[in-house]
Structure formats: structure tokens, C-alpha cells
């Protein structure tokens, strides 16, 4: 009994001790001195503020994130709708929740001249929704009630058009995952299949951008299984690209990262993200996706057959699921982080405060960085 003691005593004081490590160790995340970045925190109101987005509205910036005790499911979430002039100073215009449900992963467009706000509703204590759902406003201020929208069981991502609002794209993946696809929409509110555009590995978050010759290029999270403690080593994601129709996708399958909460954007003629990403180095248990491992909001150049890193925005633990915005030359990006002053694994970032952030990055610098990023 004396030695089962002993063991347990030493189990305890072997973890309060990496506890203590994780939350004193210092942020090593790598922002490249070379970008014109100037970065500060738009929300820090002391909750799990997360999953955000952002567009231009009427002149000012338009926000919307999700806030929460911590990261798992909780009907105590809601979304908070937040507008600027200039990134810095931001107003609270609207709250919104589903009774009963926990909401996250927002995501704004204006279509038909309305702004719509999509969002994904989740029943249970686990990050897993179970379909989309629509609320649409004529002012950010005042939203009609959330509404199903189908096809039903589909998680949409953020939708774009590429002829100015008359025809919107959008991917969406499987609740249960394993499956993304392309729906079509000339109002915003019913779509239709077009067609696969990845299947099998725990398929998950999805993300578009259109290239300038028409073609559609997509990446998508691979989980191959759930997030566990251990993560899994064949995470990863997958980068495919369809011409018009938009029928039938090219795949290419990338290890550096899994591609967690993407935005994609365009930036003379490239395709560029901001996304998670998960820095070296990868034992047994800091593998892909794994809970204890670090995890970074980062910039990417995105080419059909691979994913290039260019450098970390200020993030540590649980952070990621950006919106981007382009004022004149600059590129105003808003992302959510665990506080930046230390290296917190993922697992503890999701049960602490996360902060709204936001940038203001030179364009020039940044297509600059990229020609110089073999």
C-alpha cells in the first residue's frame, strides 16, 4: 500500500510540475520581422472568446465572434456582433443566441444587400455540430431568429461569390465528418449540391478561394481521427482545385500542417490563409492535432500542391479561425488567442480566457515576404 502511495504521490507531483512548465514557459511563436504588422487586442473582456470573422460593412468593419466559459459546448454561449471604424475601437451592436444550443463558427456575407450570418448549432459537451443555421439583418443591429438551413446534416464554412453577389459558393462537411462538399446559392438561403470536393480522413473545415483564371481552389482539414491527447500522425490536410463547372477536383494531400479554421484570401493573383498551425517539433504526444502540443495562428502562401508557412501572428493555445479584410494597402486580420505572454499547450488554452486580435498588415510586406519564401 505504502508503495502504491509513493507511486501517486510521484504520478501528482510529476504533473503539477509540467503544469507549472506549461504555464511559465515563455511564447516562442516566430512573427517575421520583415512584415509591416502592427497587432493588438480588440476584445479582452476575461472569457473564452473564440471562432471569429470579419468583413467590410457600410464603410466600417463588421465582427462577429463567439463567446463562452471555455472552449467545449455550452448553451451559456452566444455570438457578439462588433463594429469599427479602425480596428481599435469596437462597438457591441448585437448578442445573439439559440436557446438550449451551444452556437460557434460564425461566418458573414452580404448577399441581395442583407447581411447573413451563418452559424453552427451543437447539442452536446463536445465541438460537434449538427447542422447550419441563418439569421439575416438589415442593419448588424437588429437579426431575425436562427433558422435551419439546409441541405440538413451540412456545416458550412464561409461563402463567396465570383460575379459579384449573383451566384454564392459555399463548402460545407459532413457533421459526422469524413466528407466536404460545393453547394451553390442565388439567394443565400437554398442550396445545391455540385459536387465532392473531398472524402474519407475525418474530413472537416473546408475553406474556398476562386483563382483568377475561374478556377476554384479548396483545402480542407483531415482529422483521420478525432482530437485525442496523442493527436495522429497522418493528420494533415488536403488541397484541392476543380475548373468551372466545378464538377471534378485535382487532390493533393499536405503533411506540414492540419489546416484548422482557414481563411483564404486573395492577393496579386495568389492564394494566401491564415490558419492554425501546429510548429515542431512532433514526439508521441505533440503529434499532428494532438491536445498537448503548442498551436499557432500563422500566414500561408497557398499553391495547388503544397502549403507554405510564412510566419506567426502573436497566438499561443488555443487560437486560430480568422477573418480578413483589405483597406487600400494594408490587410486588417482578426484571429483569437490564449493570452500571447506564454507557450500554453492547446488543452489548457481551451480552458482559459482567449482574447479577439486584431492587425493591421502591409500588403507590400507581406507579398514581399512571400517572393522571398522559397
Known sequence: MRNVLLIIGCVAVCLLLLLAYWSLRPNRARVEGRLDLEAWPAVADGVHNSNTDMIEWRGRLLLVHDARPYHLGTPDSRLVVRSSVDGREWETLATLRLEGKDIRDPKLAVIGGRLFLYALPNSGTWATPEGTVLATSEDAVGWSPFEPVGPEGWLFWRPKSPDGGRTWYVPAYWYDHGKSILLRS???RRWEEISVIHEGDGNDETAIEFLPDGRLLATARLEVTPDAILGNAEAGTAIAVAAPPYRSWSQRRVSNTRLDGPCLFSLDGGVFAVARWQPPP?????RMASTLARKRTALYRVEPE???????????????YAGVVRRGDDLYVDWYTSPVQRDYPWILGMFRR???????????????LSAETP
Request: proline share 5%; glycine share 10%; aromatic share 8%.
Open 282 to 286: 512532433y514526439g508521441p504526444f505533440t
Open 306 to 320: 503544397r502549403l507554405v508557412w510564412l510566419s506567426d501572428l502573436p497566438s499561443a493555445g488555443d487560437t486560430s
Open 354 to 368: 482567449s482574447d479577439i486580435m486584431v492587425a493591421r498588415i502591409g500588403i507590400a510586406s507581406l507579398l514581399a
Open 186 to 188: 442565388s439567394d443565400g
